[in-house]
């Protein structure tokens, strides 16, 4: 049965339908059927929108209709906001009328224990030969078609990294999260209890989409792992995956059970199989979104051979620690290289070029040019790592600027990650930086892990394309 | 020799001196001995201020005096901000007036081979019975006699964090860090060559310190190993210690060699040391400052069993997963403390009670205000990790507010911390919940680490004390 259901295809109208209905939309301010509407109104839908509503007329100034059926044109996408006991009608109703996917927002199923209803829909659903996205969801959202179709923060901003989350809450918490950190998504997908649409389906959608780059996974369990791993492994010869597996401890996968139902399955498993498919797996949610940042900004690296350039002895220190946890591999200078850095930043005589390259606390913003572009020119040199620490006498926001006007003309065919460390006017440079696509953190730990990770995916394709 | 210098206590004139100079105060603005001078003025130091010049008759609006000598008073500390090769005879001069700590800004010493000059203004202070603070250091600060004898920000928040810094640029920039993070600081020492003045004697002083409940120390190395043991082992007993120990890896401590001439040491042995005295030790300065946040806010926790309060399953996973990695024991909750976790929050049926006590998104203040007054009363819960994920229908600044109000109500007698996932509104509901003492963080594994530490730190004194 999964197969067939595979071979319908129907998942490129739930990202780019022409028409939507919102069945079980509401007039009433705080019901999740308004607050749909609301965000797809308001986030610049292009398409028809239907709110479905026996008993309105007009819904936030859009005729609604009494039913599906009754709608002009065919919705290709059907959101059902309705109890759960309703579902199963409405999703007869969008069966009918030719509807290629429906997303149930609507909880009160297997996560409930009520097993029974989540096999009449799907079996509904496949009927008609409809995709099926949840029950027990927050919707789904996707920029190029400015679909913002979940109860969630309105102004997700636009961006390369698809976000696929298996819990609806921290996915909700979580898109709040990237609008304030400015992470630009370009789909969120709420995916509940995969009764239908799957982490596999959507990797194989995601690896097609031109306006994604880099893939992002909150995992508690996957129902089938060898559709998983399959897609997966073709996935990630165009696009990184990153993945946060809940569930990691015994007590957390037991979490897991009380939480979606879900077996979350031995993590040995679950590791192992990452690592076989090139699957980057994270601890955090903050790891995951560095790194989505780093791959949706950067180039890969060609060989594995680091630099870290800094104005600070400690900070230089604690990335090289922090190489040695996250594999990265410390270049050792050449001595003309060495005598080039030197040089071109115009370090004083007791700064060092052992790498870190640490031009001390007495240079400025030519400083950092003249070493980055040093590293840039060499071709031994493959990435580089930019540490700046807030002295009395530097600003971040001149620092910031300079690294990126240096980057702009002396092309990107390096990955760079950066790091500032001090107070307010850091931030601003972390942010100036980010922006111009220059993924940059308030801590050097951070720089070092993502660039590790992005050479260990780096050195994983090359094996693979051998 | 140095036994003799030990006895001679005058760090307590480095902290609360009557009188500072600063030798070389300068009349140019971006001079450093122009910066200290202005925080020194600034910062509103209630004591008297001499700038030493010779060509100036005032700067910043203070008499400036020709020489130490010529001062009205003897100054009890003096800052000294002069070229390397002037320092000595500054030294000399303080010595012969009656100066009992010096503060040597300069660099140009061991850290760049002049070992010699060293030893020369080490064996002068100690001829005169001083103490020597640096040199190669950014100064020092002491919130309670409001003295910021730094050329750092100009605006450190009191308050009761002791910081220690080996590495100058690193310090200076987490100053701002900081102010920007509104961590409050009781000191803040940069130790520089470490020439006199180190580690030791800073844990002596600030165990005594009633402005100081909790010491962090970023350190490279440390001169004498058997004296820090003894002190942090005394220390420990009342006041913890978080040391960010850099060098962690083979590369990083040969970094450390040329950054200070300093020998970092095999690091095995560092990690048996801080150990066996009951040190914490962490990776990053981020670690480091959560730490000592929850420590300055909260009560040790009285046994093992640690309670998790959240709305959203897939976060109490996460945290139930970082639980193993942080050493945290979750409680297995007795069937009576179950049934009234379920009842005074108020939680639907589909909510848990295993730990996590997951709440589910339904519930609002009252469910978090119900369940932490549960967990607060019952004798067997001995700390407490609250977590919320923003949701559609609550507002992150009213659960930070009902979780300081219950917690205000219901006595602080057991540890708290938080962790707020979502957009701008957790931002500021982080930053209430900080400002009234509980410790609050943008992820939940921060909030778990931390208690873990906080655990770990409380059964080593229970071992100890026995």
Redesign the interface.
């Known amino acids: 049965m999964k197969s067939m259901v595979k071979m319908i295809k129907n998942l490129s109208s739930m990202f780019n339908p022409k028409a939507v209905c919102v069945i079980g939309a509401s007039r009433k301010p705080?019901k999740?059927g308004h607050?749909i509407l609301k965000n797809l109104i308001n986030y610049g839908f292009g398409g028809k929108i239907y709110p479905i509503n026996p008993e309105a007329r007009e819904i936030l100034g859009l005729k609604a209709y009494p039913t599906v059926k009754s709608t002009p044109t065919k919705p290709d996408l059907a959101v059902v906001a309705l109890p759960a006991v309703y579902v199963s009608e409405a999703i007869e109703e969008c069966g009918r009328k030719g509807v290629k996917a429906v997303a149930v927002i609507s909880s009160g199923f297997k996560?409930?224990g009520n097993a029974r209803a989540e096999g009449q829909i799907v079996n509904l659903s496949k009927k008609y030969r409809m995709r099926l996205l949840g029950p027990n969801i927050?919707g789904v959202f996707y920029a190029p078609s400015k679909l913002n179709a979940t109860?969630?923060?309105p102004n997700v901003l636009p961006g390369r990294i698809a976000f696929i989350?298996?819990?609806?809450?921290?996915?909700?918490?979580?898109?709040?999260?990237t609008?304030?950190e400015e992470v630009g998504l370009s789909a969120i997908v709420s995916l509940g209890n995969k009764s239908d649409v799957d982490d596999a389906d959507l990797l194989e959608f995601f690896s097609q989409d031109p306006n994604t780059e880099v893939i992002v996974i909150?995992m508690?369990g996957i129902n089938d792992g060898k559709e998983f791993m399959k897609a997966a492994k073709k996935t990630v010869m165009t696009k990184p995956i990153i993945v946060?597996k809940?569930?990691?401890?015994?007590?957390?996968a037991?979490?897991?059970l009380?939480?979606?139902g879900a077996l979350a399955g031995s993590d040995a498993v679950y590791d192992a199989a990452f690592k076989q498919c090139g699957v980057i797996r994270t601890?955090?949610?903050?790891e995951a979104f560095d790194l989505a940042r780093l791959f949706a900004g950067q180039p890969l690296p060609d060989g594995d051979n680091t630099v870290i350039i800094t104005?600070?002895?400690?900070?230089?220190?604690?990335a090289?620690?922090?190489?040695?946890?996250s594999g990265v591999t410390?270049m050792d200078i050449p001595k003309d290289l060495a005598a080039k850095f030197r040089k071109n930043s115009g370090m004083p005589t007791?700064g060092?070029t052992?790498n870190?390259i640490?031009m001390t606390?007495q240079i400025y913003e030519a400083g950092y040019s003249g070493a980055i572009k040093t590293a840039l020119s060499d071709p031994r040199v493959n990435s580089l790592i930019i540490l700046y620490?807030?002295?009395?006498?530097t600003d971040p926001k001149m620092i910031a600027r300079a690294i990126i006007k240096t980057l702009k003309e002396n092309g990107a065919k390096k990955p760079v990650v950066t790091s500032l460390?001090?107070?307010?006017?850091?931030?601003v440079g972390i942010r100036e930086l980010n922006r111009a696509g220059i993924p940059s953190y308030?801590?050097p730990?951070r720089a070092v892990f993502v660039i590790g990770a992005m050479h260990e995916y780096a050195r994983y394709l090359r094996k693979r394309k051998k």
């Open positions: 705080g999740i607050e996560e409930v927050f109860f969630g923060p989350t298996q819990s609806g809450a921290l996915g909700i918490a979580l898109m709040g999260w609008i304030s909150y508690e946060i809940a569930g990691r401890s015994e007590r957390g037991r979490a897991i009380s939480h979606t601890s955090t949610t903050t104005n600070g002895g400690g900070m230089g220190i604690m090289v620690d922090a190489c040695k946890d410390l007791f060092s052992v870190p640490d606390g620490c807030q002295t009395a006498v460390v001090g107070g307010e006017e850091c931030r308030s801590e730990q």
